[in-house]
């Protein structure tokens, strides 16, 4: 079965502490994201990964950087955690044909920034 | 812009058949994704319809009129276990997905 793991479920950190949020895949993907979900808003996309050391900036990466520097894992950091990050982070990875089998999504980390 | 419109909730009753209907407008098109999301749980892939017309899986269908810039979820037969939210996703001229807030679904006994 297609995996996405997220390393945290529930995470509470401070304003201003540096935030590492992993995922892992082990369908050989070569697509990974980072979407933010918000009550009443759609996902929206932080960052973007096609290959291994490539990224693309999303809609919203103020704030956030990733790395990849293996084909199964991306990496979120949240440079200094600010409570508007309050959010649940979800990882999704999805191969080259991905309009044919859509994202597969990992289980998704809330966090909250105090 | 970019923009995705779908009701933001829904009430339909065990056993019924209930439609949900979105309606996009983006930059090109590359198709169009349903969702499933349980709360707390992460999305799920339901469908993907790039042509025009029906495409029917089991219980759930989903439609697509590119020249309306619509679609619809169709779930039939409804169980108590389809109660989530169902987000409806387009697919834009770069192949970037862009998506609705999603339609919350209770089902009643």
């Known amino acids: 079965d297609v995996k996405v793991t997220q390393s945290s479920r529930y995470l509470v950190k401070r304003t201003g502490e540096k935030v590492f949020l992993e995922c892992v895949q082990d369908?050989?993907?070569?697509?990974m994201f980072w979407y933010r979900q918000d009550p009443g808003l759609g996902l929206r996309l932080i960052y973007f990964?096609?290959?291994?050391?490539?990224?693309e900036k999303g809609d919203i990466p103020e704030g956030y950087s990733v790395s990849r520097e293996k084909k199964e894992r991306f990496s979120l950091i949240l440079e200094s955690a600010s409570t508007n990050q309050t959010s649940m982070y979800l990882c999704?990875?999805?191969?080259?044909?991905?309009?044919?089998?859509?994202?597969?999504f990992g289980s998704g980390t809330r966090l909250t920034v105090v | 812009g970019q923009n995705i419109d779908q009701p933001t909730e829904m009430t339909a009753t065990e056993g019924a058949i209930v439609q949900i209907n979105c309606t996009y407008q983006?930059?090109?098109?590359?198709?169009l994704f349903w969702y499933q999301q349980h709360a707390g749980e992460a999305p799920t892939f339901l469908s993907y319809?790039?042509l025009d017309g029906l495409e029917e899986k089991g219980r759930f269908s989903s439609f697509l009129s590119r020249s309306k810039g619509y679609s619809y979820l169709l779930l039939k037969e409804l169980q108590m276990k389809d109660s989530a939210s169902y987000l409806c996703?387009?697919?834009?001229?770069?192949?970037?997905?862009?998506w609705g807030a999603g339609t919350k679904l209770i089902i009643k006994p």
């Open positions: 369908m050989d993907h070569e697509n």
């Open positions: 999704a990875s999805s191969p080259s044909d991905r309009e044919v089998y859509g994202y597969t």
């Open positions: 996703v387009a697919l834009d001229s770069n192949y970037q997905l862009i």
């Open positions: 319809n790039v």
């Open positions: 990964s096609y290959d291994v050391k490539m990224k």
């Open positions: 983006t930059s090109g098109f590359n198709g």
